[in-house]
């Protein structure tokens, strides 16, 4: 029965808003005044959605069978179908009150509610109500353009024509990045002048990085007025008709931005009468010839002929699920929803470990022991759907790269053209998802490198076939996932990168010191590029900035807890990879334990843990370090550099390294326990400890255990530029307070 | 002889709320004396043999102590970090910030979880006392005089009877963000220098 309340209480939600709705469609029609056709869209989808409920609720009762054929009646409003008048609304309010009597008799249970004389009633306005018959006053327009018109749209510029207004076709410009934003802002001023009726995208593109958009507007007010109230950078107005019989048509339209006419639309009509040579200032705006013969006109805007007769319903119903779902097709989420959800989820991982953890504490006495093995069933099932939700939840945050790579396809056209170079772009796994948010934060530094490759690292045509290469440079981006990570690759086969030169350059601009430059190995060298400011061009290129390129790229990628390696041979080509967390919502951790303190390290900056014997260690310069695979590793000691108590250290005891690695850096982190991998949800440790170097946040970990989590770029910083790692980096802190 | 015994209890009561009894006055004028609405309710505990004070709606709840995590490089009076339903806060040994030694932790140490700036903490202090109405006229702005180490935490004095309540400002005691930096620069400071 309660699922049924809450059916009852959601259902009568709706029909109050329909009721509103209703009201204040009655109000404009009764003062005479054009309705605004939002209200009977929204009418509409209200019915609409109580036939979904009424459905799903199943109910014996006359619901879903009013709801339906409320729904038709609606939607023939909606399309200028049946004429919205007095009656018409009678007959709608008569049906809210139907629909309380309905969802009383739900309540109750008894009583019925015959709907059949309602619905009888409503057939026979359906029929009484011979649309208005489908006449010519579109006639003017570009088939091209009435042929991507959806009912709907129709109706709607039929509707404006009628009550005289103007049709403009306001052209517009944006930027591919801000198009959102620049839509909204232009929709809302033309919303002052009228009715936005659509948006057509352009193909006439001019650019690579913008989009072209006309907007049909509906409108009494005159073309400057609108001009001037939309007025912004590449917005154009255009008459197009309208203005029904006797129109103005001996005003010639013209245009404001001062840009020639976009020339006509993609698809040239084959109607004669606006061949653009007859005048060649107007393709489109044709004058609406008052009589002209009916053209091309949809069979569907014609029912009047098929209203009476009602023939095949169920048709027509078939096509109107159809428009319908694919309203409903998608979902917008706001971003901070999904994160209170796998916080939710995050937490239902804890209870389900503290359960277990309960489970295992219990005594096992020898008759309880098969409920214990029942639960613990019970538990791994839990388990499994928690993992499902949660990976449920994941993917819903999941988009796949192509979105940026297609965007970084402009680019690389734009840029090459500018810089003009022959570059030909080679894009594999677009497909590769990962979290909206990194997608969103990654395109930026993926646009620095891709422009860096360009600019700095191809050669032009000449000099590539005086080398000996093909005059075309070739860029490769790459996604491919890796385990639980996503690596991109950004690869060329340009000049390479000059490690002497970066290096003197280095010197030369004080990045380091001349001994350190000495000492530089090509590695460390092209790391440079990775610092705030540096730049080896004399001037900034327009191209790639001001040296401001790979350090923000590097800011960037750390701050998505991602790497980016970069390998080059001089002559051959630069590779850059960044790697990267699938998302950043709930995290792997790894579980380890210093001087019985417990850390999460995130996993995503883990790159191995290996095992090391004290005599693998030596000190250069004091600073301890280990060789793994013939690269220099140093070491740094959680206890140490957190001041911990340490307890007896096992001398010729084997030590556990934690290899994380940030950026470029590698360090390992010397532990005393691995305890595992966990996921888990972070949490802020708040703005007073915000300042604290090392910790990114908390974590619980089952028990009502509250784990810090360690901020892995800060201790790679930090044993990077810091001196010696047993330093007592805060020694002053705890003598402050 | 009750009656009287009631009274008395009465008047006390009245007392202590910051309510005066109706005057003769009163009753000949009509009971003119309106609620005072400038009262501002404050709950007192005990930190060491003094009584501090902190205003009512600072205060989220009272809760017994719970375990905390040890948080390095942080001052010596930030005992760690608890979780408490979910939220994960500082926890602040209020007598150890007030440098009078460290909180004893017996059965009445309770930890009054506080809400500043958006954020919460959690205030370990020796004893909770009761909920203690003071009007403005009896609190002492920014006493002078109190050459105590202890001066940048005051921002009033109660007087209640004859009972000092020292009203602590927020601000200062939770202001751990800035220590902890001042201990970060002045190490690096040191580290130059040496």
């Known amino acids: 029965m309660s699922e049924s309340n809450e059916f009852i209480s959601e259902a009568q939600e709706i029909i109050e808003g329909l009721s509103r709705d209703l009201l204040d469609l009655e109000r404009s029609v009764r003062a005479g005044e054009d309705f605004d056709p939002e209200l009977l869209n929204a009418a509409f989808r209200h019915v609409h959605t109580i036939k979904g409920l009424a459905s799903m609720a199943s109910s014996g009762t006359g619901l879903g069978e009013l709801s339906h054929n409320l729904e038709n009646t609606l939607d023939a409003l909606r399309l200028g179908k049946l004429p919205l008048d007095l009656d018409a609304l009678d007959l709608l309010f008569e049906s809210v009150e139907l629909f309380g009597r309905l969802l009383a008799a739900e309540v109750d249970g008894d009583e019925k509610v015959d709907v059949q004389p309602f619905l009888a009633r409503l057939a026979k306005l359906g029929k009484s109500g011979a649309a208005s018959s489908a006449s010519d006053e579109l006639a003017w327009l570009d088939d091209s353009i009435l042929g991507v018109l959806t009912e709907y749209e129709e109706h709607r510029l039929r509707e404006n024509v009628k009550q005289g207004r103007t049709i403009f076709r306001v052209h517009a410009s944006f930027d591919l990045l801000a198009i959102d934003v620049g839509l909204e802002t232009l929709k809302q001023k033309m919303k002052a002048y009228g009715e936005v009726i659509t948006y057509l995208p352009s193909a006439d593109a001019s650019a690579d990085d913008r989009i072209e958009m006309d907007v049909l507007l509906g409108s009494k007010a005159t073309m400057a007025e609108i001009a001037a109230g939309v007025a912004d950078d590449g917005v154009t107005v255009h008459e197009m008709g309208g203005r029904t019989s006797k129109s103005r048509s001996s005003i010639p339209p013209s245009y404001s931005g001062g840009e020639p006419p976009a020339s006509s639309r993609p698809a040239t009509p084959p109607r004669p009468s606006t061949a653009p040579s007859s005048r060649p200032s107007s393709a489109p705006p044709e004058p609406p010839p008052p009589s002209s013969p009916t053209p091309s006109v949809k069979p569907s805007t014609s029912p009047a002929s098929r209203a009476p007769v009602e023939p095949e319903p169920d048709h027509e119903h078939e096509a109107d699920d159809l428009s319908l779902r694919s309203l409903s097709q998608t979902v917008r989420v706001d971003l901070r929803r999904l994160d209170a959800l796998m916080n939710l989820v995050g937490e239902l991982n804890i209870v389900q470990a503290n359960i277990g953890s309960i489970l295992e504490s219990l005594p096992t006495e020898e008759r309880r022991r098969e409920h214990v093995r029942g639960l613990q069933d019970q538990l791994r099932t839990m388990r499994r759907r928690i993992d499902g939700l949660q990976s449920g939840i994941l993917e819903v945050r999941m988009v796949p790269l192509g979105q940026v790579f297609d965007k970084l396809a402009r680019v690389v056209r734009k840029v090459s053209r500018d810089s003009q170079k022959d570059v030909r772009l080679h894009i594999t796994g677009a497909d590769t998802e990962l979290d909206k948010l990194i997608v969103e934060e990654l395109s930026d530094a993926l646009m620095h490198m891709i422009r860096n490759a360009i600019d700095h690292g191809m050669e032009t045509p000449d000099e590539r076939v005086a080398l000996g290469k093909q005059a075309a440079g070739r860029i490769d981006l790459r996604a491919y996932q890796k385990g639980n990570r996503v690596v991109i690759e950004v690869e060329d086969d340009g000049r390479g990168i000059d490690w002497e030169h970066i290096r003197d350059v280095g010197v030369e601009r004080g990045f380091v010191t001349r001994e350190q430059g000495r000492d530089m190995t090509p590695r460390q060298a092209i790391n440079l590029i990775f610092e705030a400011g540096f730049s080896t061009r004399d001037r900034a290129s327009e191209l790639s900035g001001r040296g401001v390129g790979m350090d923000v790229v590097k800011t960037n990628i750390t701050k998505l807890s991602g790497m980016i390696d970069v390998a080059s041979k001089p002559g051959r080509g630069t590779r850059f990879a960044i790697t990267l967390p699938v998302t950043l919502a709930i995290i792997q951790a790894l579980v380890i334990e210093s001087a019985k303190e417990i850390f999460c390290v995130p996993l995503n900056s883990v790159l191995e843990s290996i095992m090391v014997q004290p005599h693998e260690i030596v000190t250069v310069e004091g600073h301890e370090v280990v060789s793994l695979r013939g690269r220099t590793l140093p070491l740094i000691h959680l206890s140490r550099i957190f001041e911990l108590e340490t307890v007896e250290s096992k001398a010729n005891a084997n030590l556990y390294v934690v290899v994380v690695g940030l950026a470029q850096h590698r360090v390992g982190l010397v532990v005393d326990e691995l305890l595992g991998q966990r996921d888990v949800v972070i949490k802020s440790l708040g703005k007073a400890l915000s300042a604290v170097p090392g910790l990114a946040g908390a974590t619980e970990l089952g028990a009502n255990r509250t784990v810090l989590l360690l901020d892995v770029a800060a201790l790679v910083a930090e044993a990077i530029s810091g001196g010696s790692e047993d330093e007592h980096l805060l020694r002053g802190v705890n003598h402050v307070g | ?194």
């Open chain 2, 1 to 194: 002889m009750s009656d009287e015994r009631q009274n008395r209890d009465l008047w006390q009561a009245l007392l202590s709320t910051g309510h005066e009894l109706a005057t003769e006055a009163d009753y000949e004028h009509g009971y003119r004396r309106e609620i005072r609405s400038d009262l501002r309710r404050y709950v007192t505990f005990y930190i060491g043999k003094e009584v501090y004070g902190l205003p009512i709606d600072a205060i989220v709840e009272i809760a017994k102590p719970f375990a905390t995590t040890l948080v390095p490089r942080t001052p010596e009076f930030l005992i760690g970090i608890g979780n408490v339903r979910g939220l994960v806060m500082p926890v602040i040994d209020l007598p150890t910030r007030l440098r009078m030694g460290r909180a004893e932790l017996s059965a009445e140490a309770r930890v009054l979880i506080v809400r500043h700036d958006g954020e919460n903490y959690a205030l370990i202090v020796d004893r909770v006392l009761e909920v203690l109405p003071l009007a403005p006229e009896d609190l002492e702005e920014a006493p002078g005089g109190i050459g105590s180490s202890k001066a940048e935490f005051i921002a009033a004095i109660g007087r209640d009877k004859k009972r000092l309540i020292i009203v602590l400002d927020l601000e200062t005691v939770l202001d751990i963000e800035s220590i902890i930096r001042d201990g970060l620069r002045r190490e690096k400071a040191g580290r130059l220098n040496g």
